[in-house]
């Protein structure tokens, strides 16, 4: 018998059909754009749409669809007004409220998807149990968002979003058991896999972990904490040349991880890139002045090209915000060893970076990693 939906026309193009002999009919154009909408067709829907609102208003389903298609499209202001019209207009319904809590969340209003995520858009919409653990880990309230997140998992234990969110945040939190028990039940996703890997890192298994990050990218191109943890992993085999635009790459994706970009700038001064270095740390100050550790960075950049003035103050200005900052106490190391003579700057930064038990007790290679692994102050999980 042969297949008879090979030589049928889809449900849209039936439907376009249609309204060529009814152009105006209302019934025909509404159902067209929910069609288009099925078969991601966005610009037919939008299109659609607007044929229909020069005829008559948008009844709520298709304001609905008319911020649906909005918001797929990447036109938020357009999807928030479409939402926002039909909330006031008495239709406030969770998958509503949880559209205004993606757009919120876009937005970087982190605090308006914690209130917008409540307990009937959770139960209506599985996405949004993810999205507000994600939302209260933008806010640097981990442990609520490991008390919230863990308490649904006892009716949602297959939710891989979910596991790997929390497994995010987990690591954010230091908790590497957690992060590994809770990345290891999940059955895929990136954030689960990337966390897998950042723990076999951790641990010291760099194959393990390369092979992890590429499942993860594979899953999800653009996944910074994956660029960045392929990047660390690079970093610590040796690689600078590979790991620097791995790391900046990630960097770049997350945009705030002030981690990253501190990674970043350190794999370049590895490979003595100093330029790039400096480039990378001073991004990473325009998010945050008051982080101790970039303040520390500029300061060690700063000896490696002589300006011992200018590492004075930054080093200063770095154990004032953090007595125990790394960058600051490698400048100082550096400043105690200079003498006032930038000529050693070259020889007592290589020195610095193959010590055994380096600067409090860690190599640079090490610190760098441990900016990477974490979100670092204003870190932005993503």
């Known amino acids: 018998m042969p297949d008879n939906d090979v030589t049928q026309p889809g449900r849209l193009q039936r439907l376009l059909g249609y309204l060529e002999a009814d152009p105006t009919n209302l019934a025909l154009l509404g159902d067209a754009a929910n069609a288009a909408i099925d078969e991601s067709r966005l610009e037919a829907a939008a299109g659609l749409l607007e044929r229909y609102r020069t005829l008559a208003p948008l009844p709520p389903g298709l304001l ?10 990447g036109r938020y202001e357009q999807a928030r007004t479409a939402f926002t019209a039909l909330r006031q207009a008495g239709h ?27 307990d009937a858009v959770i139960q209506a919409v599985p996405r949004a149990a993810t999205l507000k653990v994600q939302a209260l880990h933008h806010l640097g309230d981990l442990d ?32 590497y058991a957690l992060a590994a028990r809770l990345a290891g039940q999940a059955q895929g996703g990136a954030d689960a896999l990337t966390t897998r890997g950042l723990v076999a890192l951790n641990e010291e298994d760099a194959p393990r972990a390369m092979d992890l990050f590429d499942e993860a990218l594979a899953d999800h191109p653009d ?19 590979g790991a620097a635009p791995l790391l900046e790459k990630g960097a770049g994706i997350f945009a705030t991880h002030l981690g990253s970009w501190l990674a970043a700038g350190w794999a370049q001064f590895l490979r003595r890139d100093l330029a790039a270095a400096r480039r990378n740390f001073e991004t990473a100050l325009q998010q945050d002045d008051t982080f101790a550790e970039t303040h520390g960075a500029l300061a060690v950049v700063d000896l490696a090209e002589g300006k011992i003035d200018s590492a004075k103050r930054r080093t200063d200005i770095a154990l004032r915000l953090d007595k125990d900052c790394f960058g600051a106490a490698l400048a100082r190391m550096m400043l105690l060893q200079m003498q006032g003579n930038p000529q050693l700057a070259e020889r007592i930064r290589d020195r610095a970076l193959s010590l055994p038990a380096g600067v409090n007790g860690k190599t ?15 870190g932005k999980p993503q």
């Open 92 to 118: 406030d319904h969770p998958a509503i409220r949880f559209n205004l809590a993606w757009l919120s969340a876009v937005e970087g209003d982190f605090a308006s998807v914690v209130a917008l995520a409540d």
């Open 223 to 241: 996944a910074p904490r994956a660029w960045i943890g392929k990047g660390l992993g690079l970093l610590v085999t040796g690689d600078l040349d």
């Open 144 to 175: 609520a968002a490991l008390a919230f997140g863990q308490a649904l998992l006892a009716q949602r234990p297959g939710d891989d979003d979910l596991l790997g969110a929390l497994s995010v945040a987990a690591m954010d939190a230091d908790d």
């Open 364 to 378: 640079l290679a090490q610190a760098i990693a441990g900016f990477g692994l974490t979100a670092g102050k204003g």
């Open 64 to 73: 609905n669809a008319e911020g649906v298609v909005a918001m797929r499209s």
